[in-house]
């Protein structure tokens, strides 16, 4: 792995930082190196711009354009680059449109919006008290989480990255407001569902009637694809 240069890309040094950070992480205790190379990280991730992509918003057009475009998805996934130990990628949101609530499966992750402004909604997973009513129908017990909403705000391209873990924010669901937005991901390890980390989009249209003191069931799906 080459040396830290000052003088290379801004996204090079991300990277080696984001491998330097996150390799043999697995999902053991992270140690106190971890959180001194996370800091570094984030501090990296605070001065990429959008310049530094090449990426810049989407103009919207009051003209119709001449060619049809068949199929021009609301959510636009950039790969930058993936390694065993982490995956990073630009995602671009037409306005008014959202990444649904999904979770990430003992992974941590690092958000750094690039222009635009998104409104994260993060929920933490809980375990079911005793005394919690269950799921009304037993065929959903397999298929439902409880969770508490953590945090909700908007962040722009100067907000600070926000940061998941594998218990703290590992539910988010991320909309782009007044506009489109873009942001640089990195999430660690990558999705990978042989490894038991397979997306799970949770399906908020079929929460299970239950809320008390911010918790709530919630209906989850497999395999879903947020691109």
Excluded at 36 to 54: G, H, P
Excluded at 150 to 174: E, M, T, V
Excluded at 203 to 217: F, R
Aim: aromatic share 6%.
């Amino acid at each position: 792995m080459p040396r830290d240069d000052m003088t290379s890309p801004l996204i090079q040094r991300i990277a080696r930082q984001a491998l330097l950070t996150f390799r043999g992480l697995g999902s053991a205790d992270p140690g106190k190196g971890f959180s001194e190379n996370q800091a570094q990280l984030r501090k990296l991730m605070s001065e990429i711009q959008a310049e530094d992509l090449k990426i810049r918003p989407r103009k919207n057009k009051a003209a119709t354009p001449p060619i049809s475009v068949p199929h021009n998805p609301p959510v636009t996934y950039m790969h930058i680059c993936e390694t065993d130990a982490f995956s990073m990628g630009v995602f671009l949101l037409k306005g008014g449109t959202s990444i649904p609530l999904h979770d990430h499966p003992g992974m941590h992750g690092m958000l750094k919006v690039l222009y635009g402004k998104v409104r994260i909604m993060g929920f933490d997973k809980m375990e079911a008290p005793a005394d919690l009513p269950p799921p009304p129908q037993p065929y959903q017990r397999s298929s439902v989480l409880r969770a508490a909403l953590r945090s909700s705000g908007d962040y722009g391209d100067g907000s600070p990255p926000c940061l998941l873990s594998p218990h703290r924010d590992n539910l988010h669901q991320i909309s782009a407001v007044d506009g489109p937005a873009a942001f640089l991901d990195i999430l660690a390890p990558p999705y990978d569902p042989d490894d038991g980390r397979d997306l799970q989009k949770i399906k908020t249209t079929e929460v299970i009637k239950y809320h008390q003191k911010k918790s709530l069931w919630m209906q989850i799906s497999f395999g879903y694809s947020i691109a």
